[in-house]
């Protein structure tokens, strides 16, 4: 099956700032490591950015002005730091804060595009995913959200029914709580419980599931949950497009939450989803461990590109790993396998 990757590479030398969580290369490592592995059922496509008039599909001007304008004059008066919670140390100003979220967005557009135009089901947009972006405000890392704007921009083109799956491990907020009495989305957010932003309380109705999860949830219990209380509501609601956030920060080894999950978790979900859905949008999301976040979503594209044949890494695929640098010492496997161990799942 073929498989669209939207990438731009404003990525690769895009950086928060030095001591940001968001660690440099992180998109474009998927790129690089990807062209190593050599996926055939892999076709690349250049996103652009954003037109203002996109962005407004979600956002408001004077939100997507005072961006443009911050990332222009490289800074942003006190009053709109407070408005539009920008210049912040969660949400600072860099060199293309602007730009940079403004393309994951238009990546989310021109996957949209591809599938209205019936060019391809699947697509994969590793810089997209910014679950916590509000319409007149940044939160968490995210300043425009491109999944909102995906989602209204389908709906616009008479998309009826659209199911979002957010597995990062902190509650996608931003897409949940907007899309929350919208009867043809269903939203379904599994996180952490009391993480950050602390507000995805349990909710389980037809076209809302808000998960939260405790410390140590492993892939045993991910299946559980999603076999017992998910698959059938999905099942039921018939989605033409499935919209997938795949935060790598859920992972064992991250250190940005308390979670358990094994890359296989995200390989199990693909794979179910490709009896849900007949289009199926799968991007990044939080994810801190520079080996971790890169394995797990070259896990996800080869599962969706139907090639997992190919993760036996080469001496360049090793390399590649090797020479990422990072704070902390890499374990062994990190670097030498893109599936993690023990893999529980017997798909
Ligand atoms: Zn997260």
């Not at 083109?157 to 009495?181: L, P, Q, R, S, W």
């Amino acid at each position: 099956m073929n498989v669209a990757f939207i990438y731009n590479d404003i990525y690769r030398n895009s950086l928060f700032g030095e001591n940001h969580p968001i660690t440099e290369k992180r998109i474009s490592n998927v790129y690089d490591l990807s062209k190593i592995i050599g996926f055939k059922n892999v076709k690349y496509y250049k996103s652009s950015i954003a037109s203002v008039k996109e962005l407004s599909i979600f956002h408001d001007k004077d939100y997507i002005t005072a961006l443009y304008q911050a990332e222009k004059k490289q800074k942003v008066t006190l009053e709109n730091m407070k408005k539009f919670n920008i210049g912040t140390t969660s949400n600072p100003i860099f060199k293309e804060m602007y730009r940079r979220h403004a393309v994951a967005t238009g990546s989310l557009i021109l996957g949209s595009d591809l599938i209205l135009n019936k060019k391809f089901n699947y697509i994969f947009s590793p810089g997209s995913g910014a679950h916590h972006g509000k319409k007149n405000k940044a939160s968490g890392f995210c300043y425009f959200n491109d999944i909102a704007t995906c989602i209204l921009y389908l709906k616009k083109n008479n998309i009826k029914k659209i199911v979002y799956f957010d597995m990062d491990a902190h509650y996608g907020d931003g897409v949940m709580e907007y899309f929350k009495f919208s009867e043809d989305i269903l939203t379904i957010s599994i996180h952490q419980k009391n993480l950050w932003p602390r507000n995805g309380d349990y909710f389980y109705e037809d076209n809302f599931i808000s998960f939260p999860v405790e410390e140590g949830f492993n892939d045993t219990k991910f299946k559980d949950i999603f076999e017992k209380k998910i698959e059938m509501k999905i099942k039921q609601f018939k989605p033409e497009v499935a919209i997938l956030q795949m935060g790598a920060d859920c992972l064992i080894d991250d250190h940005m939450s308390k979670l358990c999950l094994t890359n296989n978790s995200m390989k199990f979900t693909i794979e179910k989803f490709k009896n849900l859905s007949k289009n199926i949008i799968v991007m990044g999301g939080g994810g801190y461990n520079p080996w971790i976040t890169l394995r797990a979503w070259i896990y996800n594209l080869a599962t969706l590109a139907n090639e997992d044949s190919k993760l036996n890494l080469n001496s360049k695929g090793k390399d590649f790993l090797k020479n990422i640098k990072w704070k902390k010492k890499p374990k062994q496997n990190w670097l030498n396998e893109i599936t993690d161990l023990p893999n529980i799942f017997s798909l």
